[in-house]
């Protein structure tokens, strides 16, 4: 918000002594999710994470296989055989301990590596129809005027082929 109005305080002194600056704002959130590119990637990252869903609920299925059958068997066994039990069950739920995390972090980057080509696609067509109508564009998100303003929402659409 800071920037926004470090922005308006320079922009708007020049619009005194040159042209009219036209400001005008587009909902990116709504161009974004409409763009079938969104849809892709969304698509693929939903796969990617149930491959890791499944991955953690063997583990964690394990983990549970082995505790049960070690319980049952637990009063015959040698004390050497308790401890090498004991001590793989440790790992397994040490493995999961640091699965899960892992795995949000892999899941963090993949949505970044899918959603980063589609929002730069929605940047590049804000940008061309702020360069094409001679608009200074914000984000419905952020940006709060009460003048004249012009919702660049469907220019953007437009741009990229979207309804």
């Known amino acids: 918000m800071k920037k926004f109005v470090v922005l308006l305080l320079v922009l708007l002194p020049m619009g005194a002594f ?32 149930a491959q890791y869903q499944e991955q953690l ?11 049960e059958e070690y ?6 066994l040698t004390e050497n055989l308790k401890l090498r039990r004991q001590q793989e069950i440790q790992d397994l739920g040490e493995r999961i301990n640091n699965f899960i995390p892992q795995a949000q972090q892999d899941l963090q980057q993949e949505e970044t590596k899918l959603m980063a080509p589609v929002q ?5 067509a804000i940008k061309a129809v ?3 109508k001679g608009y200074v564009i914000f984000s419905s ?3 709060f005027y009460t003048g004249s303003i012009i919702d660049a929402t469907p220019l ?3 741009k990229l082929g979207i309804r």
């Open 120 to 124: 730069e696609k929605v940047l590049n």
């Open 18 to 49: 040159s042209q009219e600056i036209k400001l005008a704002f587009v909902n990116f959130n709504e161009v974004f999710e409409l763009i079938p590119d969104y849809s892709d990637a969304l698509t693929k990252y939903e796969t990617i994470a």
């Open 130 to 132: 702020g360069e094409e």
């Open 57 to 67: 609920k063997t583990l964690q299925t394990e983990y549970q296989a082995k505790y």
């Open 141 to 143: 998100q952020v940006f």
């Open 71 to 76: 319980m049952k068997i637990e009063a015959t």
């Open 156 to 158: 953007v659409k437009t």
